[in-house]
């Protein structure tokens, strides 16, 4: 069966220590990766994507993830975090051939201490 | 650019009651989602409609039901409401181009409580 599997449900770190959120799919197909995050309060919003090229994707506010192929992986990076990346962050995959059906991963709820 | 809206934000209901939800995409999306939110199985998809015609389905029972118009809003229906109903529905719209698949720009959601 199709899943996406997020290794950490929850991280803690401080202030300008470095973030990596692991994200392994299984799919058997072409895919487009995704990372999105919610703030608290907030609606989910997209941090960065991937769909074909550069297995080094950047996305907004400084984060970036990188496309394994062989590892089937997605992970996701923030060399230095600040108070205001405490959120859950959404790993989601759908086939390219299956529209716009989204799977995600359970989600990882990082909090950054100030 | 308005982003996608969902009415109401908050319901509350009765077990074997129906719910109706609705959305609102982004002017010039066409392709609708929805998603289904609870803590113990995080977000699932449910269906995704595209120029009023479904296009995707999830694994969940007959009692979710959808529609779209052909302004592209949809709503979802919920009938026979079961406690475990209870979560954030979610919608996301889409702007396809040439059958390209882009990225879903997701709505604030309804929460509903099954009482």
């Known amino acids: 069966a199709q899943s996406v599997s997020q290794h950490n449900h929850h991280v803690i770190l401080s202030e300008a220590a470095s973030l990596e959120l692991g994200c392994n799919y299984s799919?058997?197909?072409?895919?487009?990766l995704f990372w999105y995050v919610q703030y608290p309060g907030q609606h989910l919003q997209l941090l960065l994507k991937?769909?074909?090229?550069?297995?080094l994707v950047k996305g907004i506010k400084g984060f970036e993830a990188e496309f394994i192929k062989s590892k089937f992986s997605f992970n996701l990076r923030k060399p230095s975090v600040q108070w205001s990346d405490t959120a859950e962050y959404f790993c989601?995959?759908?086939?390219?051939?299956?529209?716009?059906?989204?799977?995600f991963g359970g989600g990882t709820r990082v909090l950054v201490k100030p | 650019k308005a982003g996608v809206t969902q009415t109401p934000r908050y319901l509350i209901k009765t077990r074997g009651q129906q719910v109706t939800l609705s959305c609102s995409p982004i002017s010039g999306h066409r392709s609708v989602s929805w998603y289904q939110q609870t803590p113990g199985q995080g977000l699932q998809f449910l269906f995704e409609y595209f120029s009023e015609t479904q296009r995707n389905k999830g694994n969940f029972p007959g009692r979710f039901s959808g529609r779209q118009f052909s302004n592209s809003r949809s709503e979802m229906n919920v009938s026979t409401l079961e406690l475990g109903d209870s979560a954030l529905y979610l919608c996301?719209?889409?702007?396809?181009?040439?059958?390209?698949?882009?990225?879903?720009?997701f709505g604030p959601g309804t929460r509903l409580t099954v009482l």
């Open positions: 996301a719209s889409s702007k396809e181009t040439s059958g390209v698949v882009n990225e879903q720009f």
């Open positions: 799919y058997g197909g072409t895919v487009n």
């Open positions: 991937y769909f074909s090229g550069d297995p």
């Open positions: 989601a995959v759908n086939l390219k051939a299956a529209g716009n059906k989204l799977t």
